[in-house]
């Protein structure tokens, strides 16, 4: 599934289309979105854009970390492709770090990587 089909229902989320003609093997241009700049925090606090959306649960991440190690898990190194792992785990890893990088921007003393008190 797509980004783009993965968050056809998110409210307010749009991903932008590829210009195709502007595209080569080093240089990737997409469509210009308009939105609110996200150094500028008190417009995102006005918007009530601030905090994640409370419709993604900590399960789902686990889950997703799981498709990327479950199939992998007990099989012989000569029949796992350590390239399609590896960019797997780069694409999570980036996932996660622009995360922490838009929080630390947005609300710098959130402790992103501690579980609530249940």
């Not at 003609?21 to 990737?28: C, D, I, K, S, Y």
């Not at 959130?110 to 609530?116: Q, S």
Request: net charge positive.
């Amino acid at each position: 599934m797509s980004l783009t089909e993965n968050m056809a229902d998110a409210p307010g989320f749009r991903v932008p289309e590829i210009d195709w003609q502007l595209t080569g093997e080093h240089v990737l241009n997409l469509e210009w979105v308009k939105g609110i700049p996200v150094d500028e925090r008190e417009s995102l606090q006005a918007s009530c854009r601030l905090c994640a959306p409370r419709d993604r649960s900590r399960e789902l991440f686990t889950q997703a970390c799981r498709s990327i190690g479950e199939p992998i898990l007990g099989r012989p190194l000569n029949k796992i492709s350590i390239a399609r792992l590896l960019a797997q785990l780069l694409l999570l890893q980036k996932t996660m770090r622009i995360n922490e990088g838009i929080g630390r921007a947005l609300a710098f003393a959130l402790k992103m990587w501690r579980y609530p008190s249940r």
